[in-house]
């Protein structure tokens, strides 16, 4: 994306596909004209809706729509503003948006009306990234959190940590004023539990946005297990259809299957995975390592057997400090089986169990992935974070060994740092990064 020109952008704000209704917006400096072109009023009225026919350049009726004009700077972008309803479906929005092209707009680039509020003053740097994380939220704690911070809620978790920071730099320049007359006003102990106190304030921030890995496909859940333990029949019965074939025949699945599903709160990428064994062949092999691979990125791992899937677990080391549910499958045949505390109990082929499985993978999901205080919302954001953390960090392994300027330099780098996060910025591969991964019409 280029640098700004005050030219008028045109887009659909809503999905494509089949619905009751699309949306259409236009930005731009000044849009009487062409409102008065599209309805036929001048000096339009600010936020009214106006129903009327919105005919072709030919002179067609395309759609009956409702035009709403936002009057600058009092509209979303700090622009004129017009919104256009019109019915659901990709044809006729298509048609509209292609006519109001030939009026004079242009087709929007992603991101480009946030990218035009921002550059107008009228968000800031975060509030972009909240909306795009309550877009995409996979969880309601992903969106509550993203609109606390569009209001705000990173900006006042920063400022504890500024408050912090400046109150060390204070008593550090206190004294690097008064160098001459050997005044102290703080203690190496002292100075250290200082540094501490920022350190976990900057590491609590850092672990609240562990959640932004899920913004896309949800938590990953994995079915691992040996061969024919029914971890197919268990995806298939987890989803409701029948998605992957079914075999009595070792090693018919050889690579791994995703769906998404949705459970309860929760948006979930179930993957039902190759039967991990010794194998045979190289083929045999394959299939296992693609398992591995998946264990390595799931969340949570489902460790399906017909006898003693806490025994298979000790196979795989890749498991380690993942959430895991310990299933036993096959109750319809197996009638030995016994309903223990460590393991649930299920028959895929009688749907037995599979209610119980979903709501502890909903409690699991519940209490781990997902902090209901958490208003960091880009993983910009995080990573900024991050690099400040490890400047606080390595004063705190070094302190003793520097002097109270470097100390100082390092903590007001520090605040450069979280100045960044919500600061301002005309810097082109910032905005870029930020907006590139937005939708056209947002």
């Not at 020109?5 to 062409?34: C, E, H, Y």
Request: hydrophobic share 40%; proline share 2%.
């Amino acid at each position: 994306m280029g640098p700004y020109i005050k030219d008028n952008i045109v887009a659909l704000a809503t999905p494509i596909g089949f619905g009751a209704l699309a949306v259409i917006r236009v930005s731009g400096q000044s849009l009487n004209t062409l409102f008065n072109k599209v309805t036929g009023y001048k000096n339009p009225r600010p936020r009214y809706a106006y129903f009327k026919k919105f005919y072709s350049s030919d002179g067609d009726v395309l759609d009956n729509v409702l035009i709403t004009y936002f009057k600058g700077p009092q509209s979303y972008t700090g622009e004129d503003v017009i919104e256009i309803s019109c019915h659901g479906g990709s044809i006729i929005s298509s048609m509209i948006i292609e006519e109001l092209v030939l009026a004079g707009c242009r087709h929007a680039e992603p991101g480009e009306f946030s990218r035009r509020a921002y550059l107008n003053g009228k968000i800031n740097i975060t509030q972009p990234e909240s909306i795009d994380l309550i877009i995409r939220s996979t969880h309601k704690n992903q969106a509550k959190n993203g609109m606390l911070s569009f209001e705000g809620g990173i900006k006042e978790d920063l400022i504890k940590v500024e408050s912090a920071i400046y109150s060390l730099l204070e008593i550090i320049e206190h004294e690097l004023d008064f160098t001459d007359e050997e005044i102290t006003h703080t203690t190496q102990e002292e100075m250290n539990n200082s540094l501490n106190n920022i350190l976990k304030l900057f590491t609590s921030l850092m672990k609240s946005g562990g959640h932004l890995n899920k913004i896309n496909g949800g938590l990953r859940v994995c079915i691992v297990g040996q061969p024919n333990v029914g971890k197919s029949s268990l995806f298939n019965s987890i989803l409701g259809y029948d998605k992957v074939v079914v075999s009595d025949q070792r090693g018919t699945t050889r690579d791994s299957i995703e769906a998404q599903l949705v459970v309860g709160e929760f948006l979930f990428t179930l993957i039902d995975t190759a039967g991990y064994w010794e194998g045979k062949d190289d083929l045999d092999r394959l299939g296992i390592e693609k398992t591995i691979e998946v264990v390595k990125t799931c969340d949570i791992a489902i460790i399906l057997d017909d006898k003693n899937p806490e025994s298979f677990q000790m196979k795989i080391p890749e498991i380690e400090n993942k959430k895991i549910i310990n299933v036993i499958s096959k109750a319809d045949i197996n009638k030995k089986i016994k309903k223990g505390e460590d393991a649930l109990i299920v028959s895929s082929k009688k749907g037995v169990g599979i209610d119980e499985l979903l709501t502890h993978l909903s409690t699991i999901a519940s209490n781990n992935f997902f902090p209901e205080n958490s208003h960091i919302t880009s993983f910009r954001q995080l990573a900024l974070i991050k690099k400040a953390r490890m400047s606080v960090l390595e004063l705190v392994d070094c302190a003793s060994a520097l002097d109270m300027v470097q100390i100082s330099s390092s903590l007001r780098n520090c605040l450069d740092i979280i100045g960044e996060i919500v600061g301002k910025t005309d810097n082109e591969k910032v905005l870029n990064k930020i907006f590139q991964g937005f939708c056209v019409g947002k």
